[in-house]
């Protein structure tokens, strides 16, 4: 049994890594409280379901904007600054939130442009937190490290917005927006506590080895000089288009990592099937919102027991092969869950079918942990084969490719919704998602011989 939970060597080894877990970790909580507190919010406001709607859009275009240009910032400059910097910023915009609800503003644009400078804070600051991890622990170490942080953000995505709900239902929305900017102190402690992590010298093609190497004391203090990477001066950086095309330039000449975007992009496009889930729980299951509410906690229930049962991550080897069954999983997950869809039909029910509930949630707990398990190893991809200083930038089009794939898949399986209905949009969805696996892995059937002992970006 040991063997399959999770596994906790990158807490023990290094110091630095466990703080800024337990500190991402809890701030983590707290964001998700102002997440569900805002849209609460903007609907309280408004009374419009398309306004809640709207607050996404201002979320999510600064983020995709700013992705790019924000992991160029972190590979010109000290990660641990550009985070601090990003994460003070953050902050002081939870703290205008909370000023808002405080004063009782009722203002929807207020909160439109927070929730915006927000995003574009965040475009900076998750490319800087995510970049440095594989600073602070050894390569055998990351996919251990990554299950850890997507257990962490998976628990922040289950309790959040059920405590954030509460919250706003018990005592109002400062209180979910002022517990956020309490934990979110928890951030800066553990960015504030880490060693300097200045730009390593521009690599070619390899990751450096002495990046590699883990910082621990082995007491829970300072780094030890001789466990601390390498630090050579780096070529003189410009911050700005050129660098971002040359991250994008870099990418285009880097199939694995590539390919760990593309299968992405597949599984969110065309079988992500969250943009159905208030009609199933009108039209297919019954309960109306409950039943949505547990659907989504049945996929982030599934992405925390796929977290917790990793302990034997670190000895697989080959994880291109991984990611292309998890995503084939994923797929199978989802096609179950629009079988069941299609078996209850379109009756609206006035009560729920229990035995269809259990069956969907199933099927959605399947998927999350698929989707768990692929984002476990495709960010291991990208942080073992790509050097340290392109590691920012890459960042930055995945921070792009996991907000941008599932709003995406809401538009196109939402419009196949619209054309075929709901249950079958989602089986359709699901096996064209399993074909355009099968037809990347031919383009690129390299993919599939990745092995973390060896990697090749």
């Known amino acids: 049994m040991p063997r399959l939970l999770a596994d906790l060597t990158p807490l023990r080894v290094s110091p630095a890594y466990r703080r800024l877990w337990l500190g991402l970790g809890v701030s983590n909580l707290g964001s998700q409280l102002t997440v569900v507190a805002v849209g609460l919010q903007v609907y309280a406001i408004t009374g419009s379901t398309f306004a809640v709607g709207v607050l996404g859009m201002f979320a999510l275009v600064p983020l995709v904007l700013l992705g790019l240009y924000g992991g160029a910032l972190v590979d010109a400059f000290d990660r641990r600054k550009v985070a601090l910097l990003a994460s003070a910023a953050l902050w002081v915009i939870t703290a205008l939130i909370l000023l808002q609800a405080a004063l009782h503003l009722d203002n929807v644009w207020v909160l439109y442009v927070l929730i915006a400078i927000q995003s574009a804070a965040f475009a900076i600051n998750n490319p800087a937190r995510t970049a440095i991890i594989p600073r602070l622990v050894p390569a055998r170490l990351l996919a251990p490290a990554n299950a850890l942080q997507t257990l962490s953000m998976s628990i922040a995505l289950t309790v959040g917005p059920l405590a954030g709900a509460f919250l706003v239902a018990a005592s109002g929305f400062a209180s979910a927006y002022l517990i956020d900017f309490v934990l979110f102190t928890f951030a800066l402690w553990?960015?504030?506590?880490?060693?300097?992590?200045?730009?390593?010298?521009?690599?070619?093609?390899?990751?450096?080895?002495?990046?590699?190497?883990?910082?621990?004391?082995?007491?829970g203090g300072a780094a030890s000089e001789a466990d601390a990477p390498v630090v050579v001066p780096p070529r003189r950086t410009m911050v700005g288009l050129g660098s971002v095309l040359e991250g994008l330039r870099y990418l285009g000449t880097r199939?694995?990592?590539?390919?760990?975007?593309?299968?992405?992009?597949?599984a969110m496009i065309l079988a992500m099937p969250r943009v159905v889930w208030p009609a199933v729980g009108v039209w297919y299951l019954g309960g109306g919102s409950t039943t949505t509410g547990w659907l989504n906690?049945?996929?982030a229930i599934g992405s925390v027991l796929a977290s917790l049962l990793s302990g034997g991550f670190a000895h697989v080897h080959k994880q291109g092969r991984a990611v292309v069954l998890a995503v084939w999983a994923f797929s199978a997950s989802t096609l179950l869950f629009g079988v069941v869809l299609v078996v209850t039909g379109r009756d609206r029910p006035d009560h729920v079918l229990v035995w269809a509930l259990v069956l969907a949630g199933v099927a959605l707990a399947l998927a999350g942990a698929s989707d768990g398990v692929s984002a476990i190893f495709r960010?291991?991809?990208?942080?073992?084969?790509?050097?340290?200083?392109?590691?920012?930038?890459?960042?930055?089009?995945?921070?792009?490719?996991?907000?941008?794939?599932?709003?995406?898949?809401?538009?196109v399986v939402g419009a196949n919704a619209s054309w075929l209905g709901e249950a079958w949009a989602v089986v359709v969805g699901s096996i064209a998602c399993a074909i355009a696996v099968g037809l990347l892995v031919r383009w690129s059937p390299r993919f599939l011989a990745y092995d973390a002992r060896h990697p090749e970006a």
């Open 190 to 219: 553990a960015l504030w506590r880490l060693p300097a992590l200045p730009p390593l010298e521009s690599t070619a093609d390899a990751p450096r080895p002495e990046v590699e190497r883990e910082l621990h004391d082995g007491a």
């Open 255 to 266: 199939p694995n990592v590539r390919m760990t975007f593309l299968l992405d992009l597949a």
């Open 297 to 299: 906690a049945a996929f």
């Open 379 to 411: 960010q291991t991809i990208l942080q073992t084969a790509t050097p340290d200083d392109m590691r920012g930038r890459l960042q930055g089009v995945f921070i792009v490719v996991v907000a941008g794939g599932p709003r995406l898949g809401d538009v």
